[in-house]
């Protein structure tokens, strides 16, 4: 009876874990279809024009997806000999390490040694909580040996190499290895690898940021676990345990030009893309990462200087406002400034092609993100007046041409009241006479609105359609540049000077690959504006604006720069648009409130040092770039009144009698 009762309990005994498992087997519904259907999140990277990464964007997971393809062999043989040796042989449960570890818990009597097969530890990751329970360790058996009948060895390799954790905020190998190593999984040393697949087991202990030396000795067992398997040969082993791997301890988003991640985020949306944070995209862009520091730090430069030029003037104000107050002056004020307000941005491009190569949105991005650069709407002022010259030149006007510096008074009607307006030149003098050349030079007003009058504001209004300038004024305030835009759309509009008369729409992202499938290819978009020949002569007269005009301060020793300055009424805004033969770049700086800046404060004199800045690195970073422009077919150069004119068959040169050098008629 008592053998009968024996054998009936160890009976019991041997089936009722079976029995147990039988039981959760068929109570509870074992979901395998995020690892069978495996799509993790995916982090998204950016790169400049050369490769080179601006940023990771991701949600919760910063993970880069690596197929079994992409995957070395030696990273295989590293994870299977220190994780699991049986791997390829057993149908995701070791029952024999199993039973030796319990033997080992009992003798120890504490756990020592886990059993846990690379499919449960898959399993233990993506499928279940990490409560420690029995009916835990049954669903991962369970679930292990549904994994190995839907899955082949290397599909669930290739998801456990993509899903686990390595420390850092790295998830997946892929991840790891550019993280730790800035490495490709191909270009991986045995010693790297070794770090890498000793890392699961305690991710935050093994760390080689936190703990070198412990995650050395980690890789060392790694590596000898391999060569006492025979995997590895003597000098192979030898060479990785000498090995001491660099290590880097980047950010994880490894962000070198938030403007841009943003504007490229922004951009994304716009085209119907929703998933940047988890689609896993490579995002090549136009950016040139150091010209985005050169422009960066240009900006800088000039708000600094900026600063320390309106500490000075404060500092003269006061004496000044003291000394009139000690001989009775009461009509002298001090300028109330707030230079909290002073900001700038700065976008630079290809002429040619439009490319974006800079794109700075503020001084500082810590301090404001917003984004001046494209999303701010402010007025160029003078900034505006070459376009109107152009219409001009385009007509047959040339540098030589006449005009009327001098004051008119305009009668209008506004709501209803008879308005007058009387415009004034900056400097508050008047020419008489002046060359249209030396009007745009010296940025004249009112030469600018009488050159307006001249070719009739109708005929202008037609002809400037061509640019592409949104929200024109219909009146004469166009002469001064009254109409609102961003620093990124006036740098698409000179691109009509700077590309010898095609205008390019800018581009900031060149393609968008998605598992290594272009899905995004940009397309250059270009409006023909003016012929090269009067678009070259323009670019004559803003290279003496530049020389000798109101943007002496932009000009580069070396290079030769065109440009025009721009300071709206009350210096409220302030900018410098100009280029070189290649590149061309536009400097904004004003408040942000909308106050006056200091009065002094002009486009030449805050703007022009921060291009001029930015030129004289554009050198250092590529001193071979073009540096004189090219001067087109058709240009005719004559000496009228002993300066050095430019004409074509459209502006054409003056008539005999005004050449002063009768050998020149010859020439033409």
């Not at 990464?53 to 992409?70: M, T, V």
């Not at 499919?119 to 029995?134: A, D, F, G, P």
């Not at 700038?344 to 190569?357: F, Q």
């Not at 917003?370 to 505006?384: C, E, I, L, V």
């Amino acid at each position: 009876m008592i053998k009968k009762i024996f054998l009936t309990l160890l009976l019991l005994g041997f089936l009722s874990p079976f029995a147990l498992v039988a039981y959760y087997y068929f109570a509870y519904n074992y979901d395998i279809s995020s690892l069978t259907d495996y799509k993790p999140a995916q982090t998204s990277r950016i790169y400049d024009k050369n490769g080179e990464k601006i940023a990771n964007i991701f949600g919760k997971k910063h993970r880069y997806y690596a197929p079994f393809e992409e995957i070395p062999p030696r990273v295989v043989e590293a994870l299977v000999a220190i994780e699991d040796t049986t791997f390829f042989e057993h149908s995701g449960v070791n029952f024999d390490a199993i039973f030796r570890a319990v033997i080992k818990d009992v003798k120890a009597r504490k756990m020592v040694e886990g059993a846990s097969t690379i499919t449960q530890q898959l399993v233990k990751n993506k499928l279940l909580t990490r409560e420690k329970k029995l009916s835990r360790k049954i669903k991962e058996l369970i679930y292990s040996f549904k994994i190995e009948h839907a899955l082949s060895k290397e599909q669930i390799l290739e998801r456990y190499l993509n899903e686990i954790y390595f420390g850092h905020g790295y998830y997946g190998i892929k991840t790891a290895a550019d993280g730790y190593f800035h490495k490709k999984l191909s270009d991986l040393t045995l010693k790297e690898i070794a770090i890498l697949v000793g890392l699961p087991k305690a991710p935050s202990t093994y760390a080689p940021t936190k703990n070198y030396e412990i995650s050395m000795g980690r890789a060392n067992r790694v590596v000898t676990r391999m060569h006492t398997l025979g995997w590895i040969d003597d000098a192979t082993f030898e060479r990785a345990l000498m090995e001491r791997p660099t290590v880097y301890n980047d950010t994880l988003t490894q962000n070198k030009a938030p403007f841009i991640v943003d504007e490229v985020a922004r951009r994304f949306k716009k085209m119907g893309y929703d998933d940047l944070k988890t689609g896993g995209y490579e995002i090549y862009t136009t950016i040139d990462l150091g010209l985005q520091q050169a422009g960066r730090e240009s900006l800088k430069f000039a708000y600094n200087k900026a600063l320390e030029r309106i500490e000075k003037y404060k500092i003269k104000d006061q004496k000044d406002l003291q000394k009139a107050q000690s001989t009775g002056d009461t009509e002298f004020t001090l300028q109330d400034v707030n230079v909290s307000q002073l900001n700038g941005a700065l976008v630079s491009l290809d002429s040619k092609t439009g490319d974006i190569l800079a794109l700075v949105g503020s001084v500082d991005y810590k301090e404001s993100s917003y984004n001046r650069a494209t999303q701010g709407k402010r007025q160029p002022g003078s900034a505006f007046k070459p376009f109107i010259y152009q219409v001009a030149i385009d007509l047959g006007y040339s540098g030589a041409t006449q005009l009327v510096d001098i004051a008119k008074t305009y009668e209008y009607e506004k709501n209803g009241e008879d308005m007058k307006w009387r415009p004034k030149n900056y400097e508050k003098n008047y020419k008489g006479l002046i060359t249209l050349r030396e009007a745009l030079i010296h940025s004249r007003n009112l030469a600018t609105i009488n050159l307006v009058n001249d070719i009739g504001l109708n005929q202008l209004l037609k002809e400037l359609k061509k640019f592409h300038i949104k929200n024109i004024p219909n009146d004469l305030s166009i002469s001064l540049g009254t109409m609102s835009m961003s620093p990124l759309e006036l740098a698409q509009y000179y691109t009509s000077f700077s590309n010898y008369g095609v205008q390019v729409v800018p581009h900031l992202i060149n393609s968008i690959e998605k598992r290594n499938e272009i899905i995004y290819e940009k397309q250059e978009v270009s409006y023909p504006i003016t012929k090269p020949t009067q678009s070259f002569i323009m670019t004559t007269i803003l290279r003496d604006v530049v020389k000798r005009g109101t943007g002496r301060r932009a000009g580069v020793k070396g290079i030769e720069l065109a440009g025009k300055t721009g300071t709206t009424n009350n210096n409220i805004d302030a900018w410098f648009a100009g280029y070189s033969p290649t590149i061309e770049t536009v400097v904004w700086f004003g408040n942000d409130d909308n106050t006056p800046m200091y009065h002094k404060e002009t486009g030449g004199r805050v703007a022009g040092p921060a291009f001029a800045n930015y030129f004289r690195d554009v050198l250092k970073l590529y001193p071979q770039i073009k540096r004189k422009f090219d001067v087109p077919e058709g240009i005719i150069e004559v000496n009228v009144n002993g300066k050095k004119e430019y004409f074509s068959d459209i502006s054409k040169p003056p008539r005999s009698e005004q050449v002063n050098n009768p050998e020149e008629e010859l020439l033409f």
